[in-house]
């Protein structure tokens, strides 16, 4: 059970310092933002809280530090400058250092960085070494300022044990800011038979005398502030204390607390009617009035606790392995609701069918429901970007400034995390390569900032990604003179736009007259095309030179069932994923003969280029009188594919080759259809590379 909250708190830890990294880099650009001060004040203080109640005492008492000084920002003590934006954003990521190596001990953590980000931190608010700190000083920092009591109750949820939350290390925390005194209030314990082990029968009532305001005491309850009742009430200053008078009367102090009410409390006294019976019968108020303000107060709490209710339900932190076991289950349910409609089919059972196409539905529904838990807006991607154009930004001296598009546009997580590398290094070259110096951007007549502009949106059961950058744009003359200089291309070829723009995804092809840091080695683009195309996606370059660049990645949604074409070749079944097919069109004998071994095909007046796949991947026996030309098209290129006959669409749940046949080229993956039997999954990109390579 501690492992798993302890697990829970690394989760949770992630999310917020995603959140704090965000909030950070809006803080840069709005430095007296108060909202902003205030999510980077809670999210350290979160981590700090649930760090110090899980046992992770390293990260508890380094963001301490940090909280301390975002606590004198949030009070004004501070200002927001590009040093302290620096050091937090260190600290941040010193803390996922932290977390990432708790699991080992916390060995490969650099300590020394640690200190140097809190001495760096101390140095910017003005603190002096605590051994070069005059006595009187010490003191005079010490001397208890604005001496108060409050009157706190603390009720916590029901629930809040299976959270994880230890309400008694939120006392003791409480405890640590004053002279408290606590109550535990056990009223509400059922009787044994009805006593839930996992469930928090108690509240506490808590006078506490404390110079470290309300703010402090607050703080304390950041994290659960959500799901517990808290009322913090101010009830003495120090300066009442020295009066020579008697402390409140005990039913007023019931009466502040709201234990009792005004009623209540004139009821016992006059141990009479119910206020509004007093009322009504005196002839001060009608019945009416007297039933509205009941009907009032009781619309009031059921709307509260609706609310409530609502809003602990809102969500619900699940293990991605969950996830992905439910969808796996739901491919095999897949799989099986084909062999149910196929037997059915084959039976010629009425009632066999109704079930069948009952089922089919429901399965429909659930693949839909269980692959849309797993959709994740990519926003939380694109945020991570701006962290990176940051510091490539001052790494390499330029102005640049991101701006995103569509972030709300959701993706299944697992093609979020596959997409990630990819998309981080085409930002980088737009980065070193597009974007210009500040002096050479204004030399063009350009502003000195330069802009990468990130962008997602829906295209079909697809997703583009653009990238587009205001810089230098590619060098066409530059990009064609290494292409023959490589010999990837002829001296005297002549090449499209799209066709020369293409050339840089050759492997080891780089025009960069110096290596940087970044990049410059000729590395990588062959790597990014190969990444999308494993995603069964495509990229697409543009530019123009002087103006700029963009480059637009087209994904699929998901990776784990797809839409297909279903085609069959004498016995043997093959799936092209229906998002690249275009047309289908006939071959005859004639047409095949009228090619002279050429492999292309008249289609409106167009030549298509096309693969026999029974040829390609030796299949025995003769090919049908008339054939299926399969048309796809992939960045621009159309190819056709030919086969003996289109089934027609299906859904394909991906299964993964075994490791004997992943070299295998041309196919990507297989399917169980619904008579027990596999069909390969064709990988076209592969197979089109197969094609321009056998026209060069």
């Known amino acids: 059970m501690i492992d798993q909250h302890r697990q829970a708190f690394k989760e949770e830890a992630y999310e917020l310092l995603a959140e704090l990294e965000t909030s950070l880099l809006e803080l840069e650009e709005q430095p007296d933002d108060v909202d902003v001060i205030g999510r980077v004040f809670r999210a350290m203080h979160t981590i700090k809280g649930s760090g110090s109640m899980f046992g992770f005492d390293d990260i508890a008492a380094f963001t301490h530090e940090v909280e301390t ?83 706190i109750r603390f009720a916590p949820s029901r629930d809040i044990f299976i959270t994880g939350t230890n309400p008694l290390t939120l006392l003791q925390e409480l405890k640590e800011l004053g002279t408290c005194s606590v109550v535990a209030q056990t009223g509400d314990f059922p009787c044994l038979e009805e006593i839930d082990p996992e469930a928090c029968y108690v509240y506490w009532d808590l006078i506490l005398t404390t110079d470290q305001g309300d703010n402090a005491i607050r703080d304390v309850f950041i994290f ?139 399965t429909a529904e659930l693949r839909d429901s269980a692959l849309n838990i797993r959709m994740l807006p990519i926003g939380s991607t694109f945020s991570k970007f701006k962290r990176l154009v940051r510091d490539l930004s001052v790494e390499l001296g330029k102005q640049i400034e991101i701006t995103t598009e569509g972030a709300e546009t959701e993706l299944d997580k697992t093609v979020i995390e596959k997409l990630n590398d990819p998309l981080v290094h085409l930002i980088r070259n737009s980065i070193d390569h597009g974007i210009e110096l500040p002096e050479a951007r204004v030399e063009a007549g350009k502003p000195a900032h330069g802009t990468v502009h990130l962008a997602a949106v829906h295209s079909g059961d697809s997703v583009v990604i653009t990238i587009d950058d205001d810089g230098a744009g590619l060098d066409k003359e530059a990009i064609r003179a290494k292409a023959i200089e490589k010999g990837i291309i002829a001296a005297t070829a002549e090449l499209s736009d799209k066709e020369l723009f293409s050339l840089i995804f050759a492997p080891g092809f780089s025009t960069a007259k110096k290596i940087s840091s970044v990049s410059g080695r000729g590395v990588g683009m062959d790597v990014v095309k190969r990444a999308i195309e494993l995603l069964r996606g495509s990229i697409d370059i543009s530019s123009v030179q002087g103006k700029g660049t963009r480059i637009a990645v087209k994904i699929p949604l998901t990776l784990a069932i797809i839409e297909s074409l279903r085609v069959q070749i004498g016995e043997d079944s093959f799936m092209l994923p229906l998002s690249l097919v275009d047309e289908c069109v006939e071959l005859t004998r004639e047409d095949v003969e009228r090619s002279h071994g050429r492999n292309l095909a008249h289609v409106r007046a167009q030549l298509i280029p096309y693969i026999p796949l029974r040829e390609h991947f030796r299949i025995q026996g003769t090919p049908p009188e008339i054939q299926q030309i399969v048309i796809t098209q992939m960045n621009g290129s159309r190819v056709g594919f030919v086969v003996d006959q289109v089934i027609g669409e299906h859904q394909t749940v991906i299964k993964s080759l075994g490791r004997a046949y992943r070299d295998v080229d041309g196919i990507s993956g297989a399917t169980i259809l619904g008579d027990g039997s596999v069909a390969l999954i064709l990988d076209v990109p592969q197979l089109l590379q197969a094609v321009e390579a056998g026209q060069a």
Do not use: W
Request: proline fraction near 3%; charged fraction near 30%.
């Open 69 to 151: 000084i975002f606590d004198m920002v949030r009070n004004g003590k501070l200002k927001v400058t590009g040093r302290l934006v620096n050091l937090t954003l260190a600290a941040r990521d010193q803390i996922r250092a932290m977390l990432d190596g708790a699991d080992d001990g916390g060995g490969g953590v650099d300590l020394k960085a640690s200190g140097e980000i809190i001495m760096g931190l101390r140095e910017l608010a003005g603190f002096q070494p605590a051994a070069a700190e005059p006595p009187e000083a010490a003191a005079a920092a010490q001397k208890p300022v604005n001496l108060a009591t409050y009157r």
């Open 224 to 362: 659960v502030e959500d799901d517990c009742e808290l009322r913090i009430e101010q009830v003495a200053e120090h300066t009442q204390f020295d009066e020579p008078q008697d402390y409140k009367k005990l039913g007023m102090i019931l009466l502040e607390r709201g234990d009792i009410t005004t009623e209540e409390m004139e009821e016992i006294l006059a141990q009479q009617h119910k206020f509004g019976e007093l009322a009504v019968s005196n002839g001060i108020l009608d019945q009416g009035k007297v039933q509205s303000a009941l009907v009032e107060q009781r619309h009031v709490k059921e709307v509260r606790q609706e609310k409530q209710a609502t809003e602990a339900a809102s969500s619900i932190r699940v293990p991605a392995e969950r996830l992905d076991l439910l969808v796996n289950l739901v491919g095999e349910m897949v799989t099986v609701q084909a062999r149910l409609s196929q037997t059915a089919a084959q039976r010629e059972d009425a009632e066999l069918v109704a079930i069948a196409e009952e089922v089919e539905r429901l």
